[in-house]
């Protein structure tokens, strides 16, 4: 019995729409790296290689769904690059060698709280250890449509995990960005005024 025509239609459709994202996805994620050795090697580049406290706060960065809420990369547009600076220095877009070390890429895609791509020595570890803490009360508000002012963050409290679990948290937050000395004067030298 002969298939009727919609059905066939259906199946070459189909199968010719697998075959473009296949070649898209090849295209976008094999060849690349193939054709740029930098997309995967640091080249001249010295890069942080993690600590056993800061491999245990990758852990719990994953295990709690950092990810989720925060990308970990710079994108190369101008507001990105002010908006995730640090006193008035504009952030530098991310590049790929920065990333070598990581076994865990947590680029994310949706930013419903700050990059962290570069967000390491901005804030002092008390200060993290504060936010982990209690977020919502770090005495940044803004006026609602109400009059009342409201807690400026949504970030979920961490109070749950340990104190131990909250110093590798921090420990490897503030190793985010610090692959590139990016924050430099007018005249090009270093700053080196990171809180620690």
Not at 66 to 80: E, F, G, N
Not at 157 to 174: N, P, R
Request: proline share 5%.
């Amino acid at each position: 019995m002969k298939k009727p025509d919609i059905e066939k239609s259906l199946i070459l459709t189909a199968l010719g729409a697998f075959l473009i994202f296949a070649v898209g996805a090849v295209m976008t994620t094999i060849v690349p790296p193939m054709v740029d050795k930098s997309f995967w090697d640091a080249g001249e580049h010295d890069v942080h290689e993690y600590t056993e406290q800061e491999l245990r706060g990758i852990a719990i960065y994953k295990s709690q769904g950092c990810v989720y809420c925060h990308t970990q990369q710079v994108r190369k547009l101008a507001s990105d690059q002010r908006r995730y600076g640090w006193r008035l220095v504009e952030a530098p877009a991310s590049e790929s060698w920065e990333y070598v070390n990581d076994k865990d890429h947590f680029l994310g895609t949706k930013r419903t709280g700050p990059d962290l791509a570069r967000v390491g020595g901005k804030y002092s570890s008390e200060w993290h250890w504060a936010h982990f803490k209690d977020p919502r009360n770090m005495g940044e508000k803004f006026e609602s449509p109400n009059g009342a002012y409201q807690s400026a963050s949504i970030m979920p409290s961490f109070k749950y995990l340990s104190d131990d679990e909250i110093k590798d948290l921090t420990a490897y937050i503030q190793t985010l960005g610090r692959n590139k000395n990016w924050r430099k004067d007018a005249d090009g030298n270093p700053l080196n005024d990171y809180e620690q």
